[in-house]
T-cell receptor, first 112, second 116 residues
């Protein structure tokens, strides 16, 4: 079945350092979404990418969707303690499909 | 109104028992999803409703799991003959399905199910 893999599983950084998580799918995706889950919380939507090669920015966060629509990345510049949490990518296989396949997440911890 | 709500927040049951988990989506959201999240893992898709009907139930692990949404709003996930492996956080999400592909999902706080 479709698999979405994320690396690294864990990342610990000093506050102010950059952070990147990578997401790879075994199959071409229609779109990819990113979610953030704070410790003890529930996933919260960050962004959706639809187009091949798409890049979107939200303040210090930069999201990319690969040309082949099989991989994606999230990069955070100059991390802050508020960035702590687990970041998940979630892919939709077909256009209009509502079923999302989540990666296993990257847990980010930050040393202040 | 408010966000997605789920009850109970915690459920402890014994192996072999029957449990029901409830989800109240955001008003006006036509789509409702159930996921299961184990510790250290991402949410695992179980079932998706569009209105009252289950549009995709491919994630239900076996016939002990069943979900309903009789009036197109509140949904109940039912688990029969619970097993210890069913222990997880069960997440519900809802979204508004418009004309495009945009389908941001709003998650509830989850129900933590523990099967002893």
């Amino acid at each position: 079945g479709q698999q979405v893999m994320q690396i690294p599983q864990y990342q610990h950084v000093q506050e102010g350092e950059d952070f990147t998580t990578y997401c790879n799918s075994s199959t071409t995706l229609s779109n990819i979404q990113w979610y953030k889950q704070r410790p003890g919380g529930h996933p919260v939507f960050l962004i959706q990418l639809v187009k091949s090669g798409e890049v979107k920015k939200q303040k210090r966060l930069t999201f990319q969707f690969g040309e082949a629509k099989k991989n994606s990345s999230l990069h955070i510049t100059a991390t802050q303690t508020t960035d702590v949490g687990t970041y998940f990518c979630a892919g939709a296989l077909m256009q209009g499909a509502q079923k999302l396949v989540f990666g296993q997440g990257t847990r980010l911890t930050i040393n202040p | 109104g408010a966000g997605v709500s789920q009850t109970p927040s915690n459920k402890v049951t014994e192996k072999g028992k029957y449990v029901e988990l409830r989800c109240d989506p955001i008003s006006g959201h036509t789509a409702l999803y159930w996921y299961r999240q184990s510790l250290g893992q991402g949410p695992e898709f179980l079932i998706y409703f569009q209105g009252t009907g289950a549009a995709d139930d491919s994630g239900l692990p076996n016939d002990r799991f069943f979900a309903v949404r009789p009036e197109g709003s509140v949904s109940t996930l039912k688990i029969q003959r619970t097993e210890r492996g069913d222990s997880a956080v069960y997440l519900c999400a809802s979204s508004y399905i418009g004309g495009g592909t945009y389908n941001e999902q709003f998650f509830g706080p989850g129900t933590r199910l523990t099967v002893l």
